[in-house]
Nanobody
Framework: QLQLLESGGGLVQPGGSLRLSCAAS????????IGWFRQAPGKEREAVLC????????FFRDSVKGRFTISRDNAENTVYLQMNSLKPEDTAVYYC????????????????WGQGTQVTVSS
């Protein structure tokens, strides 16, 4: 059974950092595209960035360029989302999702999802 489990969310002050983890079980994560999505209260879910099987990163939000990055640890079967210089507008539930064959910014194309982890940026 393919499963994804996010962790690492929490409350952080503006300008702070968090690292989210997306741990996979039941499949080898490095064979899949992993996307990070977020959903803020009262807003639609949006794609943030993704990493393909060749470690190419695609950003879907200009607002996170230079602040967020994504990486893999194949030995741990985990993908990380490093978030720096966090802003209140980054507050959302963050989800990782998996698919094969290319980064896409539409969540409907990702068949596998984690349960989400809350990130709150507030002073």
């Amino acid at each position: 059974q393919l499963q994804l489990l996010e962790s690492g969310g929490g409350l952080v002050q503006p300008g702070g950092s968090l690292r989210l983890s997306c741990a996979a079980s039941g499949f080898t994560l490095d064979e899949y595209v992993i996307g990070w999505f977020r959903q803020a209260p009262g807003k639609e879910r949006e794609a943030v960035l993704c990493i393909n099987s060749r470690d190419r990163i695609t950003f879907f939000r200009d607002s996170v360029k230079g602040r967020f990055t994504i990486s893999r640890d194949n030995a741990e079967n985990t993908v990380y989302l490093q978030m720096n210089s966090l802003k209140p507008e980054d507050t959302a539930v963050y989800y990782c999702a998996a698919r094969q064959y290319g980064c896409l910014g539409l969540g409907g194309y990702y068949p596998y999802w984690g349960q989400g982890t809350q990130v709150t940026v507030s002073s």
